[in-house]
């Protein structure tokens, strides 16, 4: 078993603080807060010898207060720290604190500052107690790093001066390569006999030397009506394996980690692992696939949308700017005609020969529909455009309403018309004369009204498809 399967004790130190970082820039309530000494810590401070032992003192009293550890060379120290303690003191400016001249006045400090503070040095028995609470922790699959971060705030609650970060990162990976086995049997005892076998069925390959691992493992393609089916009938598929199952028993973190390892594995590997292992790995990417997968159908959803809304409202804005100039030349027909019709100096009877002599009849007829048809495109254009890519969109659109993606859209009233288009598209209820329309963009209304008063329901499922990506 390798040992980078639950993270290494490099991968631990690359993300942990090395030693103390103190503040350099420091407001006025932290350094208060955080090193200012008490009535009975000056007591302790002013038996120390010398100005520059007494702010030393003072100033390591307060590290291993906030820090759990003291501090191994003073450079780091700010000048605002220092000259705040100064202060406090009673003791002229310093610009900078020297290292302790004798080693053994450093080491005097800092048995009285533990005796002090009552703090305890990490000797073998603590140790020992640190591997049994790290070991229940890590059974219950916590990470290297957050292992880490506990066994720096248990031991300070339990008043121990913390050890090297590498002596505790040495203790995390040990305690972490031997909880692994019971982790991974914890995590594999609650897969059943069924779906260990689907699980076996998913790192056989075909004829082709793909698995369908490798088909899950595979990213989302562009979008399109085709591929949007293919892809929701991936997630019905891995959705109809788990059932009911949401939860692998550890922490979301450490779940999304194995998820990524059995992904980063191909077949051959899991096939080579223990089965405790093998079905622990393949149960987290299950269960993370599936929750993956549906938030890759949302975004797909979320672009075809967005494309196709793009592209009808640009072929949409061009045959409105063709309209318009054919009803710019046509309005100028239709105003002439309409000053002979108006000209009181010929006879009423004669007018619309006169306007059919002057303009003629069929370019007269002409303008006119130029003008209708720039008003109905400036109107309904839109919509029009919209009807005539209905066919593709109804293609996958009940699929995919059909999922189980309440969180994502959180709103309701917007439930209850998803709902209400499950309902028609199974056939439990016909599609209602006035359906909710609150969803709908307010100059899609009008245009989608049949003469008899009835909703055109492609606008509305339409509407309904863009609501849902907004949502």
């Known amino acids: 078993m390798q040992e980078n399967d639950i993270q290494s004790r490099t991968h631990t130190a690359k993300k942990r603080p090395r030693g103390i970082n103190l503040p350099t820039d420091i407001s006025d309530d932290l350094l208060v807060r955080e090193w200012t000494l008490s009535a009975e810590d000056k007591a302790q401070v002013r038996q120390c010898r010398g100005d520059a032992n007494r702010v030393r003192f003072a100033i390591q009293l307060c590290v291993l207060r906030k820090y759990g550890r003291f501090l191994e060379n003073y450079s780091s120290i700010s000048a605002r720290i220092l000259n705040y303690h100064c202060r406090q003191l009673d003791i002229p400016p310093l610009l900078s604190l020297d290292e302790p001249e004798r080693d053994a006045t450093e080491y005097g400090h800092q048995q009285k500052i533990r005796a002090y503070l009552q703090y ?141 390892l059995a992904k980063r594995h191909d077949v051959s590997d899991l096939r080579r692992f223990v089965p405790s292992k093998k079905y622990a790995l393949l149960f987290c990417f ?29 072929k949409h804005e061009a045959k409105l700017k063709q309209s318009r100039k054919r009803a710019q030349s046509g309005l100028a027909v239709v105003l002439d005609a309409s000053d002979i019709v108006l000209d009181n100096t010929i006879d009423k009877k004669s007018r619309v020969d006169e306007v059919f002599t002057r303009v003629g009849e069929r370019p007269y007829r002409d303008s006119v529909e130029d003008c209708r048809e720039y008003l109905r495109v400036q109107d309904n254009g839109f919509v029009d455009q919209l009807w005539n890519h209905y066919s593709q969109l109804a293609r996958y659109l009940p ?18 018309a998803v709902q209400l288009y499950r309902n028609v598209c199974a056939g439990v209820s016909d599609f209602p004369v006035t359906p909710p329309t609150f969803f709908l963009k307010a100059e899609w209304i009008y245009p989608s009204r049949k003469p008899d008063g009835s909703f055109d329901r492609r606008i509305w499922d339409i509407g309904l498809a863009v609501a849902v990506r907004d949502a």
């Open 286 to 314: 299950a269960v993370e696939t599936r929750k993956t997968i549906l938030d890759h159908l949302v975004d797909m959803h979320d672009k075809y949308m967005t494309d196709l809304l793009r592209k009808y409202k640009n």
């Open 120 to 260: 305890a040095q990490f000797d073998e028995r603590i140790e020992a107690e640190l591997i049994a609470w790290l070991t229940d922790r890590a059974v219950e699959g916590a990470l290297a790093q957050e292992l880490f971060q506990k066994a720096e705030r248990v031991l300070k609650s339990w008043h121990v001066i913390l050890p090297a970060p590498a002596r505790i990162e040495r203790l995390v990976a040990s305690v972490l390569a031997q909880a692994k086995e019971e982790f991974f049997e914890k995590i594999a005892g609650q897969v059943s006999s069924k779906l260990r076998k689907r699980f076996d069925e998913l790192l056989a390959t075909s004829a082709s030397g793909k698995s369908d691992l490798f088909r899950l493992k595979e990213y989302p393609p562009a979008p399109n009506a085709k591929q949007m089916l293919s892809y929701i009938s991936r997630f019905q598929w891995l959705d109809a394996m788990l059932g009911e199952i949401t939860e692998t028993g550890v922490s979301p973190a450490m779940q999304r980690h194995l998820a990524l």
């Open 399 to 416: 699929s995919f309403l059909g999922l189980k993606f309440e969180a994502s859209i959180g709103s309701q009233p917007l439930l209850d």
